[in-house]
């Protein structure tokens, strides 16, 4: 329990009237899907693949701008990534993050869900005293979605996953949320951690002068030094291994079908599919 | 003795997880428990006594609403109950919260989106799950106990009731006020749209230009005794239909699916690849749906459709 056993701070030393001080929003750097070819091997190709801000991540962006220009405040950005951070994380701070803060750190690349709630935990910690932390449900490229709930327990304040509405309310935090079943809305306090899901917003697009902008704003670059952390008890602590990644096989027979007329294709569609023995229910 | 552990709010869902930790336990020699959790809980306790070894109930009134941090006090109390070597939870929303809530509580990893289970020589689980939208499969591995895995509804098949009755292990647990209250709750109309077992899905994308447009689709789905699908902008963001299909909606497996203007986006697609016959109708000659279809169309759905349409019905004419 080395790393776990520790909170950022209690509930109540955050107790605060109505403002906002600070939404961190949690953002991470993911392959542009559309753009992963896979190779003879069937592995996906991933090494010229541009980069692009996770989309629910956006979204949760621009929930915190939003807030953030309804009480104040600030927003900052925390991502766990690389080099290459540096040149997406350009898109949030045009999108109205303040500042943005990255750990980028060869020694945590290809962490678990578990440990990498964990990194992020602590650098929230250092962020802190924030209000918010927001988040996408998920990031589309593992779909692990596990990092918000992770960081609730790490640092024992509020989770509400999937809002589609987020408002203050005194001080506190009120969410429109969804599951399958039904949909709540429910008073959380702060600190809170709220994952969005893709219908609370559409993201702006950032003007020409805010993309300027952006490339004044402060980027801050954190490695496991400056965080304090043991890069050998995360390894330690790192409880799933990645052994293979590859495309499922597509067994599909792929014909089309022509001719002359719509009813032309409609006939061989059908005959076709009575031949597949598909449309049983009709026969 | 070990122990594998299956937690799902949603009955069928938990069924069909304690179907497969039958199977796991059987190859571990481990004892299957069955983990119910709420305010009352004996309608689903009685439905899953044929299923498992023993149910573990945890039955307190502050446990009326899915409340995860709650929720987590129970599954934690119950591993250490019982320390199971595996904790199989259903992929639900909820369950997918109070997973990765659990696993974090008990230092633990999870694996989520699993579409395959098994367990290596050294007693570790080894899942395949859906990463980069769903295009791609990875296999990972889970190397310290307890294993937690989350999975969702029709990866595997719910078996036969056994004809051994499990015995009932009742926890109390101490829930202290949570930190999220609920203001409002509206039940969702459950519009069960039977996709999930639907044998037939004809399934509308962006290529349908207005709401009334999909009355075509119920045309043909009626001749055909279909269910009716679509993808998540046509759901989610013009509100034409209840639920769509994709990694984040409904994963059907059908042994029909046809689909009409929809371009085949890995999400979307990743929704449908258990079909066993897939159809596409589509304008763009690029649309990525044509390289996971069995039979595709290139052509306008406002004239395929009137087309299949007119030649189902008199199919069915001379036939009856």
């Given at each position: 329990?080395?790393?776990s056993?520790?909170?950022?701070?209690?509930?109540?030393?955050?107790?605060?009237?109505?403002?906002?001080?600070?939404?961190?929003?949690?953002?991470?750097?993911?392959p542009?899907?559309?753009?992963?070819?896979?190779?003879?091997?069937?592995?996906?190709?991933?090494?010229?693949?541009?980069?692009?801000?996770?989309?629910l991540?956006?979204?949760?962006?621009?929930?915190?701008?939003?807030?953030?220009?309804?009480?104040g405040?600030?927003?900052?950005?925390?991502?766990?990534?690389?080099?290459?951070?540096?040149?997406?994380?350009?898109?949030?701070?045009?999108?109205?993050?303040?500042?943005?803060?990255?750990?980028?750190?060869k020694?945590?690349?290809?962490?678990?869900a578990?440990?990498?709630?964990?990194?992020l935990?602590?650098?929230?910690?250092?962020?802190?005293?924030?209000?918010?932390?927001?988040?996408?449900?998920?990031?589309?490229?593992?779909?692990?979605?596990?990092?918000?709930?992770?960081?609730?327990?790490?640092l024992?304040?509020?989770?509400?996953?999937?809002?589609?509405?987020?408002?203050?309310?005194?001080?506190?935090?009120?969410?429109?949320?969804?599951?399958?079943?039904?949909?709540?809305?429910?008073?959380?306090?702060?600190?809170?951690?709220?994952?969005?899901?893709?219908?609370?917003?559409?993201?702006?697009?950032?003007?020409?002068?805010?993309?300027?902008?952006?490339?004044?704003?402060?980027?801050?670059?954190?490695?496991?030094?400056?965080?304090?952390?043991?890069?050998?008890?995360?390894?330690?602590?790192?409880?799933?291994?990645?052994?293979?990644v590859?495309?499922?096989?597509?067994?599909?027979?792929?014909?089309?079908?022509?001719?002359?007329?719509?009813?032309?294709?409609?006939?061989?569609?059908?005959?076709?599919?009575?031949?597949?023995?598909?449309?049983?229910?009709?026969? | 003795?070990?122990?594998?552990?299956?937690?799902?709010?949603?009955?069928d869902?938990?069924?069909?997880?304690?179907?497969?930790?039958?199977?796991?336990?059987?190859?571990?020699?481990?004892?299957?428990?069955?983990?119910?959790?709420?305010?009352?809980?004996?309608?689903?306790?009685?439905?899953?006594?044929?299923?498992?070894?023993?149910?573990?109930?945890?039955?307190?009134?502050?446990?009326?609403?899915?409340?995860?941090?709650?929720?987590?006090?129970?599954?934690?109390?119950?591993?250490?109950?019982?320390?199971?070597?595996?904790?199989?939870?259903?992929?639900?929303?909820?369950?997918?919260?109070?997973?990765a809530?659990?696993?974090?509580?008990?230092?633990?990893?999870c694996?989520?989106?699993c579409?395959?289970?098994?367990?290596?020589?050294?007693?570790?689980?080894?899942?395949?799950?859906?990463?980069?939208?769903?295009?791609?499969?990875?296999?990972?591995?889970?190397?310290?106990?307890?294993?937690?895995?989350?999975?969702?509804?029709?990866?595997?098949?719910?078996?036969?009731?056994?004809?051994?009755?499990?015995?009932?292990?009742?926890?109390?647990?101490?829930?202290?006020?949570?930190?999220?209250?609920?203001?409002e709750?509206?039940?969702?109309?459950?519009?069960d749209?039977?996709?999930?077992?639907?044998?037939?899905?004809?399934?509308?994308?962006?290529?349908?230009?207005?709401k009334?447009?999909?009355?075509?689709?119920?045309?043909?789905?009626?001749?055909?005794?279909?269910?009716?699908?679509?993808?998540?902008?046509?759901?989610?963001?013009?509100?034409?239909?209840?639920?769509?299909?994709?990694i984040?909606?409904?994963?059907?497996?059908?042994?029909?699916?046809?689909?009409?203007?929809?371009?085949?986006?890995?999400?979307?697609?990743?929704?449908?690849?258990?079909?066993?016959?897939?159809v596409?109708?589509?304008?763009?000659?690029?649309?990525g749906?044509?390289?996971?279809?069995?039979?595709?169309?290139?052509?306008?759905?406002?004239?395929?459709?009137?087309?299949?349409?007119?030649?189902?019905?008199?199919?069915?004419?001379?036939?009856?």
């Amino acid at each position: 329990m080395i790393i776990s056993d520790w909170k950022v701070r209690d509930v109540d030393e955050i107790w605060r009237l109505c403002d906002l001080v600070k939404i961190v929003v949690l953002v991470k750097d993911i392959p542009d899907l559309t753009d992963i070819k896979i190779g003879q091997d069937r592995r996906p190709i991933l090494v010229s693949v541009k980069r692009k801000i996770n989309d629910l991540d956006k979204r949760a962006l621009e929930s915190a701008v939003q807030l953030k220009e309804k009480y104040g405040g600030e927003v900052v950005t925390l991502s766990l990534g690389d080099e290459k951070t540096r040149t997406t994380i350009l898109d949030a701070l045009s999108s109205g993050a303040d500042s943005a803060y990255i750990i980028n750190d060869k020694e945590l690349i290809g962490l678990d869900a578990l440990t990498t709630a964990k990194v992020l935990s602590f650098a929230l910690k250092k962020l802190a005293p924030f209000d918010l932390v927001l988040c996408g449900e998920m990031s589309l490229d593992t779909l692990s979605s596990q990092i918000g709930a992770r960081i609730a327990e790490i640092l024992n304040i509020s989770q509400v996953m999937y809002a589609r509405r987020i408002d203050l309310v005194g001080n506190k935090i009120k969410v429109e949320r969804e599951l399958e079943y039904c949909e709540e809305v429910v008073e959380a306090e702060l600190p809170a951690i709220v994952s969005v899901i893709r219908e609370i917003n559409e993201p702006r697009i950032p003007s020409l002068m805010n993309i300027m902008k952006a490339k004044r704003k402060p980027v801050i670059e954190w490695d496991s030094k400056t965080l304090g952390l043991s890069v050998e008890e995360l390894k330690k602590l790192s409880a799933i291994e990645i052994l293979d990644v590859k495309a499922p096989l597509v067994e599909r027979k792929r014909i089309m079908i022509k001719g002359e007329t719509p009813e032309e294709v409609a006939e061989k569609l059908v005959e076709a599919l009575r031949s597949e023995g598909v449309l049983r229910d009709l026969q | 003795m070990t122990g594998i552990l299956v937690y799902s709010e949603d009955l069928d869902l938990q069924l069909q997880l304690l179907s497969k930790g039958r199977e796991l336990s059987n190859n571990l020699a481990a004892k299957l428990y069955a983990l119910v959790i709420g305010s009352n809980v004996e309608g689903h306790v009685a439905s899953v006594l044929n299923y498992s070894d023993a149910v573990i109930t945890i039955e307190n009134k502050s446990l009326e609403h899915y409340d995860v941090e709650l929720y987590k006090i129970g599954v934690v109390e119950a591993v250490k109950r019982v320390n199971p070597d595996v904790i199989l939870i259903g992929a639900t929303k909820f369950g997918k919260e109070l997973a990765a809530r659990t696993a974090a509580a008990l230092d633990a990893g999870c694996m989520t989106e699993c579409i395959s289970l098994n367990i290596d020589k050294e007693g570790n689980l080894l899942a395949e799950r859906l990463i980069y939208g769903g295009s791609s499969i990875a296999l990972e591995k889970s190397r310290r106990k307890p294993h937690i895995a989350v999975i969702s509804k029709n990866i595997f098949k719910r078996l036969e009731p056994s004809t051994k009755v499990a015995e009932v292990l009742r926890l109390d647990t101490d829930h202290p006020k949570s930190k999220v209250q609920i203001l409002e709750k509206r039940e969702k109309s459950k519009s069960d749209t039977g996709l999930e077992e639907a044998s037939i899905i004809v399934a509308a994308g962006r290529g349908f230009k207005k709401k009334e447009d999909l009355d075509l689709l119920r045309e043909l789905s009626s001749i055909l005794g279909s269910k009716i699908g679509c993808t998540r902008p046509i759901s989610a963001d013009n509100g034409w239909l209840d639920e769509w299909i994709g990694i984040s909606g409904k994963k059907v497996k059908p042994r029909l699916y046809i689909a009409f203007g929809i371009s085949g986006t890995i999400q979307h697609a990743a929704g449908i690849r258990g079909s066993q016959i897939i159809v596409s109708v589509n304008q763009d000659e690029a649309a990525g749906i044509f390289e996971i279809s069995d039979y595709g169309i290139l052509g306008d759905l406002y004239t395929i459709l009137p087309a299949l349409i007119k030649v189902l019905k008199k199919v069915k004419k001379t036939e009856s």
